[in-house]
């Protein structure tokens, strides 16, 4: 079978790989394999909304095909759930991760937050070949770090320490997020429905 992450997002692709290498009958592609495609915007109010418009956009060039497509971000709590939906421009536009992190950072100590605590949440929209939608959610609860530790993973690894440990995501590495993370558990939801067929 062949899957196509409707990402462009180099990090999650990784994890998704590795978190698949051990099915050798999924055959795994990205957006990034498509001779012309060009990205929507992800002007969605809500994760599902954009999880819908990336999957709904490789969808259209690839009808034939399963298609995943998925939309992640960190919710702190104590700032209403920010940065939420706009974890990827937090820090603006075409913003690195550096800049979302230190932005984050700055805000948390701007407004004094305290408890920390805060969640990656993921939602992936499967769209089958049959036409239809699959739903999945995971959630990774934890707190906020003082500073950035760590050099594996993307985004916010570096200041995400996981309930129940003491070391961001960004020092657990890969190994631990394809077990634990948000996405391992929506990825995981999905691979126990496709077993249903
Ligand atoms: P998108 O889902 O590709 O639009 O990206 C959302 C943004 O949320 C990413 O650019 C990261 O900043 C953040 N994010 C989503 N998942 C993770 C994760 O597993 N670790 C760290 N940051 C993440």
Known sequence: M??????GNKGKL??????????????????????????????????????????????????????????AGLEVEG??????????????PHARDSENVAKLLKMMQIRNISPRTAHFKCVSVVLTPQGDEWIFEGKLSGKIGSKPVGLMGFGYDPIFIPDGEEKTLAELGPGYKIQKSHR?????????KLKEL
Do not use: C, M
Not at 35 to 48: A, C, I, N, V, W
Not at 56 to 70: D, H, N, T
Not at 79 to 92: D, F, K, M, T
Not at 184 to 192: K, V
């Open 2 to 7: 062949e899957l196509w992450i409707a990402t």
């Open 14 to 71: 990784e994890e998704y790989t590795l978190a698949l290498k051990s099915l050798p009958d999924l055959k795994l592609f990205s957006q990034a394999d498509l001779k012309s495609f060009t990205p929507r915007p992800e002007d969605g109010q809500t994760f599902l909304d954009n999880a819908r418009i990336k999957a709904r956009s490789v969808k259209s060039l690839k009808p034939e095909a399963w298609v995943l497509g998925e939309d």
């Open 79 to 92: 700032l209403g759930n920010l940065p939420g939906v706009h974890s990827a421009r937090y820090a603006g």
């Open 184 to 192: 391992a558990q929506a990825l995981s939801q999905f691979l126990a």
